[in-house]
């Protein structure tokens, strides 16, 4: 291909893709318009652009990534638009949906667990795990997650007494009505009750 022809394949692909975000669709049901954002057409852009250094590369790759971002943003905003209708779906009629045999949604009101007091925490974990140093990594085997304890490793390790003086659970709270979150869980009956 002379790049006479890529550079009119990339003109008529970003010509096709700006006409193609003006245009909105509603889904009748629920009201609600979005955007809406063809993910192949990014993917055609990026193999359209070329290879070696210049200004229109630069830019295009700038927009290309400017259309992927707003992409993911559409795509967060209208998967919390389906969680809410799920959600309203759901609590009207009081049931849950069913995925497959053993998987369903159901709707649960979303909880952190912070740590009180760290340092208590770790020597309850070294004291029930006989002093092993292995407990406070955040591999497989340890103790420690991002909060930077696993609340749920702990828990298993210490016991419910001591880990409800070492961890406080809170509901997350809705910011406009102060009410429990909700939220779209999944419960698997391969892997226990849902909560």
Request: hydrophobic share 40%; charged share 30%; net charge negative.
């Amino acid at each position: 291909m002379s790049i006479e022809n890529a550079q009119n394949d990339k003109a008529q692909i970003w010509e096709d893709y700006e006409r193609h975000i003006g245009n909105t669709w509603t889904l009748k049901e629920t009201a609600m318009t979005v955007e809406a954002i063809d993910l192949k057409t990014i993917s055609k852009l990026l193999d359209v652009i070329g290879a070696e250094r210049s200004e229109d590369n630069d830019r295009a790759l700038l927009r290309v990534r400017d259309r992927a971002i707003v992409a993911v943003r559409t795509a967060r905003e209208l998967m919390a638009s389906v969680d809410a209708a799920i959600i309203d779906y759901m609590t009207l009629n009081q049931c849950d949906l069913e995925i497959s045999d053993t998987e369903r949604l159901y709707v649960g009101t979303t909880r952190v667990t912070k740590s009180i007091d760290d340092q208590e925490i770790l020597m309850a974990i070294l004291e029930a795990g006989n002093g092993n140093m292995e407990l406070l990594t955040t591999g497989a085997g340890g103790m420690l997650g991002s909060q930077p304890w696993k609340s749920g490793a702990v828990r298993a390790l210490i016991g419910d007494a001591k880990f409800n003086k070492l961890f406080t659970t809170e509901t997350k709270l809705d910011v406009k009505t102060g009410k429990p979150a909700k939220s779209v869980k999944v419960a698997d009956s391969r892997f226990g009750p849902k909560d």
